[in-house]
């Protein structure tokens, strides 16, 4: 399907103004054409009627048509353009007739990132309401938020120019970052069809509900499609109580467990990564467990500080050593639910569990390594570890266990089992289920229990079956759907990873790497190259 382009015309007659604002966002990502610039409204009005735009950015002080004015004009002659207003600070008597006479916003000059983005973002979700293909326009609206707000907690800290965060509100040090985790988004996921922008679009419109006063800063972090953030000046107080209500209301959506984790209130715009990393950090000390939990930075009661438990001892890592030098699978299950503690997690917080399990993951490298095992059983068991982080994620203790002896089965070698004719069906059965619903969110749990299997017999079976562990099969035939779906240039990778069923790009990439030997951007770039060579 051919991308619709919204037409945006900018009318101002200082050339640094318009200048700005066209080199302010790579305009054409986001499927909108930055039409060459009108310097008076007399401009405006001839070219609209050749060349229809979709949106007008226009200063209120020109010559020959002022910006009240035009937007008369505009409002009578062609009522489906949306329009926005430029001013400075000495004009706010005409902002408000603009407002009245059908403007629906305005921007304060000098013009900053964050508010263009805004009002850009709102005059797409405008135009959806008139349009039969509203999605896509949704879809445009909410990538153009996601990723260029992403880009302020991205990596290091990215500072902006003074010129692209002057005049928002929210450019002074008082900031906080309440960062909304929905671990499992696999439960939403199906509900909006696997579309990424309409998923986002919609819970961001949900958590706007609670925004009154139109002052907080709410968007999709683009690499990981399950952390929403909410920028905001709001005090202690209101922050529980605005957590409060978003909990309530996204309990309402999903069974998934959620972790709201706020940071202190001490930034500005312009060191929004710093804010993250802290509460990426507070996010760290919830319980691991499946319920539910808003925690707050405080360095009073030292949450921040907070000191890991060493829950993996030498004398720990000793007896696993041993169960695995002595090939028993029972030892290496016991171990893993009593002295490792997954059978009584819910005593260690998030960073002690990922501890957990990557001490675990080295000791059972160690052991194949020592034991001189094929390239083949390495390169398995390092494709399952990488798994490992995510589903330490998901705050499930049945799929954690069940990826943890599916890694210990590589490490002791497979055990060969009397296949009857009715298993063999099952197995055939959930390759053909895998093939069909491979962006769901399958475990070896959950299709050991579809078909009444135990599940650390299923895994035996279906490599024995199949010649590949079950976990791999998956994100194997996820990685083919994905190269398929990067020959569409209408999609984008990180829609594309969402598609097959990773709500997490950095992990879809990283996975993806691991299969192909090259990212998902350079395999689409080969790619590309490849059809127009």
């Given at each position: 399907?051919e991308?619709r382009m919204?037409?945006?015309?900018?009318?101002?007659d200082?050339?640094?103004?318009?200048e700005?604002?066209?080199?302010m966002?790579?305009?054409?990502?986001?499927?909108?054409e930055?039409?060459?610039?009108?310097?008076?409204?007399?401009?405006?009005?001839?070219?609209?009627?050749?060349?229809?735009p979709?949106?007008?950015?226009?200063?209120?002080?020109?010559?020959?048509?002022?910006?009240?004015?035009?937007?008369?004009?505009?409002k009578?002659?062609?009522?489906?353009?949306?329009?926005?207003?430029?001013s400075g600070?000495?004009d706010?008597?005409?902002?408000k007739e603009?407002?009245?006479?059908?403007?629906?916003?305005?921007?304060?000059?000098?013009?900053?990132?964050l508010?263009?983005?805004?009002?850009v973002?709102?005059?797409?979700?405008?135009?959806?309401?008139?349009?039969?293909?509203?999605?896509?326009?949704?879809?445009?609206?909410?990538?153009?938020?996601?990723r260029?707000?992403?880009?302020?907690?991205?990596?290091?800290?990215?500072?902006?120019?003074?010129t692209?965060?002057?005049?928002?509100?929210?450019?002074?040090?008082?900031c906080?970052?309440?960062?909304?985790?929905?671990?499992d988004?696999?439960?939403?996921?199906?509900?909006?069809?696997?579309?990424?922008n309409?998923?986002?679009?919609s819970i961001?419109?949900?958590?706007?509900?609670?925004?009154?006063?139109?002052n907080?800063?709410?968007?999709?972090?683009?690499?990981?499609s399950?952390?929403?953030?909410?920028?905001?000046e709001l005090?202690?107080?209101?922050?529980?109580?605005?957590?409060?209500?978003?909990?309530?209301?996204?309990?309402?959506?999903t069974?998934?467990?959620?972790?709201?984790?706020?940071?202190?209130?001490s930034?500005?715009?312009?060191?929004?990564?710093?804010?993250?990393?802290?509460?990426?950090?507070?996010?760290?000390?919830?319980?691991y467990?499946?319920e539910?939990v808003?925690l707050?930075?405080?360095k009073?009661k030292?949450?921040?500080?907070?000191?890991?438990?060493?829950?993996?001892?030498?004398?720990?890592?000793h007896?696993?050593?041993?169960a695995?030098?002595?090939g028993s699978?029972?030892?290496v299950r016991?171990?893993?639910?009593?002295?490792?503690?997954?059978?009584?997690?819910?005593?260690?917080?998030?960073?002690?569990?990922?501890?957990?399990?990557?001490?675990v993951c080295?000791?059972?490298?160690?052991?194949?390594?020592?034991?001189g095992?094929?390239?083949?059983?390495?390169r398995?068991?390092g494709?399952l570890?990488?798994?490992t982080?995510k589903?330490?994620?998901g705050?499930?203790?049945?799929?954690?266990?069940?990826?943890?002896?599916e890694m210990?089965?590589?490490?002791?070698?497979?055990?060969?089992?009397?296949?009857?004719?009715?298993i063999?069906?099952?197995?055939?059965?959930?390759?053909a289920?895998?093939?069909?619903?491979?962006?769901?969110?399958?475990?070896?749990?959950?299709?050991?229990?579809?078909?009444?299997?135990?599940?650390?017999?299923?895994?035996?079976?279906f490599?024995?079956e199949?010649?590949?562990?079950?976990?791999?099969?998956?994100?194997?035939?996820?990685?083919?759907?994905?190269?398929?779906?990067?020959?569409?240039e209408?999609?984008?990778i990180?829609?594309?990873?969402f598609?097959?069923?990773?709500?997490?790009?950095?992990?879809?990439?990283?996975?993806?790497?691991?299969?192909?030997?090259?990212?998902?951007?350079?395999?689409?770039?080969?790619?590309?190259?490849n059809?127009?060579?």
């Open positions: 399907m991308k919204y037409k945006l015309l900018i009318a101002d200082e050339y640094w103004t318009r700005k604002i066209r080199t966002i790579a305009w054409e990502e986001y499927q909108i930055f039409m060459p610039p009108a310097q008076d409204g007399e401009e405006v009005m001839q070219r609209i009627e050749i060349e229809h979709d949106i007008l950015i226009t200063d209120i002080n020109m010559p020959f048509l002022n910006g009240v004015e035009l937007v008369k004009k505009i009578e002659q062609y009522p489906e353009i949306v329009v926005l207003v430029l600070y000495d706010f008597a005409y902002v603009t407002l009245v006479a059908g403007a629906i916003n305005y921007l304060l000059k000098p013009v900053s990132k508010d263009l983005i805004r009002a973002s709102k005059a797409l979700e405008l135009i959806s309401e008139k349009e039969e293909n509203e999605r896509q326009t949704l879809k445009a609206a909410s990538l153009l938020q996601d260029e707000l992403s880009l302020l907690i991205e990596k290091e800290r990215i500072r902006l120019s003074v692209q965060v002057t005049g928002t509100a929210l450019d002074s040090v008082g906080s970052i309440m960062l909304i985790k929905i671990h988004l696999q439960s939403l996921m199906g509900q909006y069809q696997y579309d990424m309409y998923l986002s679009y961001k419109k949900k958590l706007r509900e609670f925004d009154q006063k139109q907080l800063v709410i968007f999709n972090y683009i690499n990981r399950n952390e929403f953030l909410v920028v905001s005090d202690v107080a209101q922050q529980q109580v605005l957590a409060l209500k978003i909990m309530k209301r996204l309990k309402e959506e069974d998934s467990p959620i972790t709201i984790a706020v940071s202190e209130q930034y500005s715009m312009d060191s929004l990564h710093d804010a993250y990393v802290q509460s990426i950090s507070v996010l760290m000390t919830r319980p467990n499946r539910s808003i707050f930075s405080n009073e030292n949450v921040m500080n907070h000191q890991v438990t060493d829950c993996f001892s030498q004398e720990s890592e007896r696993l050593r041993a695995l030098k002595a699978e029972k030892a016991e171990f893993l639910l009593d002295e490792a503690g997954l059978q009584t997690c819910e005593k260690h917080n998030f960073m002690e569990m990922k501890q957990i399990v990557n001490r080295a000791v059972f490298q160690d052991h194949l390594i020592g034991q095992a094929s390239e083949k059983s390495i398995e068991l494709r570890e990488q798994m982080d589903v330490v994620e705050l499930d203790v049945e799929q954690l266990l069940s990826l943890l002896m210990q089965s590589v490490v002791l070698g497979e055990r060969k089992s009397e296949v009857t004719g009715n063999r069906d099952c197995v055939k059965e959930a390759v289920y895998i093939n069909e619903n491979y962006f769901e969110e399958l475990t070896l749990s959950g299709l050991a229990k579809k078909y009444a299997v135990e599940s650390s017999y299923f895994s035996r079976l490599k024995q199949t010649g590949e562990n079950l976990m791999l099969y998956i994100a194997g035939k996820r990685m083919e759907k994905a190269k398929e779906l990067m020959r569409r209408d999609i984008n990180a829609e594309v990873a598609m097959v069923g990773y709500d997490d790009y950095t992990y879809f990439s990283k996975v993806f790497k691991k299969n192909t030997g090259v990212s998902p951007r350079e395999y689409r770039n080969r790619l590309f190259q059809f127009t060579s």
